[in-house]
């Protein structure tokens, strides 16, 4: 099965996204809603053209992308810069930079951010309840 990606963009109070190569585009209030958005307009795209892009033939499933800054916008009623320093190893300083879109981070930087949630998804997913 192939990969299909899709970028996600802060777009003033919502999100965008889109699929390079392929004319379809949409807007939601959170991921969740733009997971939702996606897969209702690439359903509709497909109903609607008998000869879809090749990119959206046979079996695909979608991979959302997500720039830094976005993420960390996003998800700060869940991470605190400080937080995220912690789990990341980026200092917290530099973390605001990423934010504000002053700086974008380097392709190490990302790796860490990446790898820094990663970690804590296994902790937290370790964890049962008693």
Do not use: C
């Not at 802060?10 to 939702?36: C, L, Q, W």
């Not at 690439?42 to 720039?67: C, H, R, S, T």
């Not at 916008?73 to 002053?102: C, D, M, P």
């Not at 990446?114 to 902790?123: A, D, Y």
């Amino acid at each position: 099965m192939k990969t299909v990606k899709v970028i996600v963009e802060h777009a003033g109070k919502n999100f965008s996204a889109y699929i390079e190569g392929a004319p379809i585009i949409t807007v939601g209030n959170d991921m969740r809603e733009i997971e939702d958005n996606m897969s209702e307009a690439i359903q509709l795209y497909l109903e609607d053209n008998p000869n879809p892009v090749e990119l959206l033939v046979g079996e695909f499933e979608l991979k959302f992308k997500i720039d830094a800054a976005t993420f960390i916008n996003y998800y700060s009623n869940i991470f605190t810069k400080a937080a995220l320093s912690r789990i990341t190893g980026i200092n917290e300083r530099q973390l605001w930079h990423y934010a504000a879109g002053v700086h974008k981070p380097r392709k190490t930087q990302l790796e860490k951010i990446q790898n820094g949630i990663k970690t804590l998804t296994k902790e937290l997913q370790a964890i049962s309840l008693v």
